[in-house]
T-cell receptor, first 114, second 113 residues
Framework: GDSVTQMEGPVTLSEEAFLTINCTYTATGYPSLFWYVQYPGEGLQLLLKATKADDKGSNKGFEATYRKETTSFHLEKGSVQVSDSAVYFCALSRFKAAGNKLTFGGGTRVLVKP | DSGVTQTPKHLITATGQRVTLRCSPRSGDLSVYWYQQSLDQGLQFLIQYYNGEERAKGNILERFSAQQFPDLHSELNLSSLELGDSALYFC????????????FGQGTRLTVV
């Protein structure tokens, strides 16, 4: 079945540091890939997405490129802020006539210190 | 604000009891998904409804059931509750597109004591 593996946290960084969170997936066909973010006490928000190989999703300074050859979708940000402290989830979805349920990775908690 | 509304935000109940969680999807979205987030299991897909019909089932226990009503709101019913059912339950909605992302509510935190 489908699965998503992402690096375990917590990841602790200083402000303005570079952030990378690794994500790899297993799925047949051509899934869509997503990064969701969960701020403390809140629900999940879509951060970015990519729907086909070599697509780059970007939002709020975060980027991720859909790499089919390595089945990866690593999240990067060049200069993090304290407000980026959150839990980040990598996820995939395969379109079926039945709908687009998401398969999530385990989440990576990121803590940015001033 | 995602446009998805979940009630209640918090629920504390005793083992053996039954509770109902409610979700109102974004205006126009026909699909509703339920997910459970727990410390040991992570985010798990439970069940999906599309325009009133069940479309996909995930790791949903037999003690749990759901339905989607004609006005498209959905309810998740959890019965014979156990301590291990304590978790954050999320509802999400999407429109029927091939790469349509899901929009999540803020969740209902269920505590079983």
């Amino acid at each position: 079945g489908d699965s998503v593996t992402q690096m375990e946290g917590p990841v602790t960084l200083s402000e303005e540091a570079f952030l990378t969170i690794n994500c790899t997936y297993t799925a047949t066909g051509y899934p869509s890939l997503f990064w969701y973010v969960q701020y403390p006490g809140e629900g999940l928000q879509l951060l970015l997405k990519a729907t086909k190989a070599d697509d780059k999703g970007s939002n709020k300074g975060f980027e991720a490129t859909y790499r089919k050859e390595t089945t990866s979708f690593h999240l990067e940000k060049g200069s993090v802020q304290v407000s980026d402290s959150a839990v980040y989830f990598c996820a995939l979805s395969r379109f079926k006539a039945a709908g687009n349920k998401l398969t999530f990775g385990g989440g990576t908690r990121v803590l940015v210190k001033p | 604000d995602s446009g998805v509304t979940q009630t209640p935000k918090h629920l504390i109940t005793a083992t053996g009891q039954r509770v109902t969680l409610r979700c109102s999807p974004r205006s126009g979205d026909l699909s509703v998904y339920w997910y459970q987030q727990s410390l040991d299991q992570g985010l798990q897909f439970l069940i999906q409804y599309y325009n009133g019909e069940e479309r996909a089932k995930g790791n949903i226990l037999e003690r749990f059931s759901a339905q989607q009503f004609p006005d498209l709101h959905s309810e998740l019913n959890l019965s014979s509750l156990e301590l291990g059912d304590s978790a954050l339950y999320f509802c999400a909605s999407s429109d029927p597109g091939q790469s349509a992302e899901a929009f999540f509510g803020q969740g209902t935190r269920l505590t079983v004591v």
